[in-house]
């Protein structure tokens, strides 16, 4: 804040298959043998042996999607080296600062924001979870500056309840609920419909946190589009790697729109580089950079 795997398996024969292909180099070569029927049987023995044998393979080598624990968590850690300049996302919980983008505080694990309503959401679960708390009185103050960049109501202590708030599990577990319902799960589960793998169900996901819902032109929604516009997703019989590369171009397009987002490093020297490499399944390792700051995933 956040090599395509390619390769031939040999089929190897197993002890039940030995003694078929014994008996039938026999049979070619006249040491005797069974019926007609025998043989036959045999056939479809070592027939039978030999899907379930590439079934098996093929699932073995099935891609895993962003859902997966494993590829969840590369995903967070890497939103989280173009969004506070480190892989340890979890310390992000207590993360908050006005960062100049018209949109109020930005705080928590992916940036909510108090100007678009997704940090009010977030505080309305954690106070129904937890009345009390120390951001519930808050709660009537983010209503207000909803849909601005105003801090009234707010200020130095609301950040410090913030930060108070942020050691609490039942608020931790608010902002990951936040995340997963307004933005992990939509994007991810909108990337495998478009027939994406890993790596473009991140590209959605990265985009749809900084970007946000919604069908406007410069939302994830109005990104989506665009980029179809110009290539069709794999779903509808496309090429992955040239829809992607028109997904990033649509987004960068509104990325330079704003001064605060105006650096596409995330894009060019992080998505672009697992995409340019082939690493459709976004496997580690991993070796990116994001505002000139270097990092590994192994």
Known sequence: MTSHWSGARVRRMSFAAAPLALAASCLLAGCGGGSD???QAAAQADDAEGRALALSSSAQAAPVDLFDAKKKEIAMELVSSAENSSLDWKAQYTYIEDIGDGRGYTGGIIGFCSGTGDMLAV???????????????????????????????????????????????VFQQAQDTGRDDTYFNPSVSQAKSDGLHALGQFIYYDAIVMHGPGEDADSFGGIRKAAMKKAKTPAQGGNETTYLNAFLDARKVVMKKEEAHSDTSRIDTEQRVFLNNGNLNLNTPLKWKTYGDSYTIK
């Open 123 to 169: 505080v309305e679960d954690y106070t129904s979870r937890e009345p009390g708390n120390p951001l519930a009185k808050y709660v009537p103050a983010l209503k207000k500056v909803n849909g601005t960049a105003s801090h009234t109501g707010l200020g130095s202590a609301y950040v410090a309840a913030w930060h108070k708030a942020a050691t609490d599990a």
């Open 37 to 39: 029927a025998d043989n």
